[in-house]
């Protein structure tokens, strides 16, 4: 199975930082990687896929990048929602396996 | 507005089984392959199964395989997971997923997920 590790897990910030958010993968997964975003006692939901396309609907301080094993997402001046914790995903080969999740807290 | 809603958690006793529904509306259920994750009390995220849109593909992670099976019927617009043999590492939150039509295949719409707890 591919190995996905995010860095830092947890990450302390203020409302109005810029925050950067990497995910590596064991292996080349192409631009097969997708982000979500999860806040306490809900279901997660997606941002960015295929590595830097975003979701309609997601606000454009939002954005990814990366290919091959290495991805970022970034959230430039961050707002008080967006503190929840955020996975990363590949989809290039089954199983797909996720990050172990970064906390982005206050 | 695409919804999926989960029912069918409990608890069960290890060894147990339990089977999950999935209803779907607001899209075209049989355009869309679909998943199940699991999500165990505070811990990260797992993918177990997923189907196409005409069920003649299905995939498992190991730690299921042999024990789950996936499923589902576009006329009643419904994703199921039977789920049998069940061990205390089972217990978690299963959500249901939509997988988006596009190359990496991400996971688009989630339901909220049922709670399902292994333990005698």
């Known amino acids: 199975d591919i190995r996905m590790t995010q860095s830092p897990s947890s990450l302390s910030a203020s409302v109005g930082d810029r925050v950067t958010i990497t995910c590596r993968a064991s292996?080349?997964?192409?631009?097969?990687l997708n982000w979500y975003q999860q806040k306490p006692g809900k279901a997660p939901k997606l941002l960015i896929y295929?590595?830097?396309n975003l979701l309609s609907g997601v606000p454009s301080r939002f954005s990814a990048s990366g290919s091959g094993t290495d991805f970022t997402l970034t959230i430039d001046i961050l707002q008080a929602e967006d503190f929840a914790t955020y996975y990363c995903?590949?989809?290039?080969?089954?199983?797909?396996?996720f990050g172990q999740g970064t906390n982005l807290e206050i | 507005e695409v919804q999926l809603v989960e029912s069918g958690g409990g608890v069960v006793r290890p060894g147990g089984s339990l089977r999950l529904s999935c209803e779907a509306s607001?899209?075209?259920?049989?355009?869309?392959?679909m998943t199940w994750v699991r999500q165990a009390p505070g811990k990260g995220l797992e993918w177990v199964t997923g189907i196409n849109w005409d069920s003649t593909t299905t995939g498992y992670a190991d730690s299921v395989k042999g024990r789950f099976t996936i499923s589902r019927d576009n006329a009643k617009k419904s994703l199921y997971l039977q789920m049998n043999s069940l061990r205390a590492e089972d217990t978690a939150v299963y959500h249901c997923?939509?997988?988006?039509?596009?190359?990496?295949?991400?996971?688009?719409?989630w339901g909220q997920g049922t709670l399902v707890t292994v333990s005698s």
């Open positions: 995903q590949q989809t290039y080969s089954s199983p797909q396996t």
């Open positions: 292996q080349n997964i192409n631009s097969y």
């Open positions: 997923v939509r997988v988006r039509i596009a190359p990496g295949v991400p996971l688009d719409y």
């Open positions: 295929d590595a830097s």
């Open positions: 607001g899209f075209s259920f049989d355009d869309y392959g």
